[in-house]
């Protein structure tokens, strides 16, 4: 009988040990994962008031002690939005990819490849940009992100100079008519390049009047006249010679000066009249931007 009772003693004493070493193990992951929680809290902190350089070092802190991987998703994305916030636009694309890998929805997968999109529209690489839509475009995960696509295809012409296209993939979007336009009226604001060298060839100045550049204009026109008389009369009093070489060295200089700078004045107030409105996009519109 003291046999039986020594081994059932030993039983009910094992159990309890395995009952306090479960107790415990519990309490050191509850622990342990309060810690994580609490790490993730202070770099969000950091991240909200826009130290991002040391929100990315408490990022990394967290990545380290989470042995579970509980944070990866949400860690990687956070640096990237940081690298993002700090303009090292190719360290934030590798972070959103590596948050792509590592999310486990579709809403935080497809929020990871969008932020890489708008990563390469703000490096201006818009090819790059262009490309991962067009992928997008044919990937099944994307079929309920079209109006994103095409939305963020808007921004990538944009970006690259070309409003038509910008002004086409915007109107698709319901979001996106305000930018529509907004652009539609700046194609209509601007000069047509055109226009200005073919009124130049006709009438020298006439490029120059027509893009406000008065000045220029009338000494174009005024040095045009000159020279131009100067070769007639020299033509018409049998100074061949005189004739030629002031027509050839003055007048035709002149006279394609003043188409190129026609062209010249159209372009840099197409370039004023863009940059006028991506400045006011970038202070006043309310919408999503890159």
């Given at each position: 009988?003291?046999?039986?009772d020594?081994?059932?003693n030993?039983?009910?004493l ?10 415990i ?5 509850a622990?342990s994962q309060?810690?994580?929680?609490n790490q993730?809290?202070?770099?969000d ?5 826009e130290?991002?350089f040391d929100?990315i070092?408490?990022y990394?802190r ?10 990866d ?12 916030a700090g ?7 590798k972070?959103?990819?590596i948050?792509?890998?590592?999310s486990k929805n579709d ?8 932020q890489?999109v ?6 201006k ?21 079209i109006g994103?696509i ?21 109107s698709?979007v319901s979001?996106g008519k305000?930018?529509?336009?907004k ?8 000069y047509?390049v ?6 130049s060839?006709?009438?020298p ?10 000045i220029?204009?009338?000494?174009s026109?005024?040095w045009?006249?000159?020279?131009g008389y100067?070769?007639?009369?020299a033509?018409g009093?049998?100074r061949?010679?005189d004739?030629l070489?002031?027509g050839s060295?003055?007048?035709l200089r002149?006279?394609?000066g003043?188409?190129?700078n026609?062209?010249r ?15 006011q996009?970038?202070n006043?519109y309310?919408?999503?931007k890159?």
């Open positions: 009988m003291l046999n039986q020594n081994y059932e030993t039983g009910h094992g159990l309890l040990i395995q009952i306090i070493l479960i107790i193990i519990f309490n050191i992951n622990y309060a810690v994580l929680k993730l809290t202070f770099a902190s950091l991240f909200t008031t130290n991002f929100a070092t408490e990394k967290l990545q380290f002690f989470d042995k579970n991987k509980k944070y998703f949400i860690t990687n994305y956070k640096i990237a939005k940081c690298y993002k303009a090292k636009f190719e360290d934030a694309i972070y959103f990819s948050s792509a890998l590592k809403t935080d997968f497809l929020n990871s490849k969008f890489i708008r990563c390469n529209i703000l490096r690489t818009n090819s790059n940009a262009l490309s991962l839509l067009s992928k997008f475009e044919n990937d099944v995960r994307f079929n309920n992100s994103k095409n939305y963020w295809r808007g921004w990538a012409f944009m970006f690259s100079g070309d409003f038509e296209r910008a002004e086409y993939y915007f698709k979001f305000e930018l529509a336009q652009l539609h009226q700046v194609e209509k604001d601007k047509s055109n226009f200005a060298k073919a009124i060839y006709i009438l100045g006439a490029g120059q009047f027509y893009t406000g550049h008065y220029s204009g009338l000494l026109l005024g045009n006249v000159l020279w100067l070769t007639l009369n033509f009093q049998n061949i010679f004739g070489a002031v060295l003055l007048w002149f006279y394609r003043n188409i190129q026609a062209e004045f159209a372009r840099i107030k197409n370039r004023e009249i863009t940059n006028k409105l991506l400045i996009i970038q006043n309310k919408g999503l890159p």
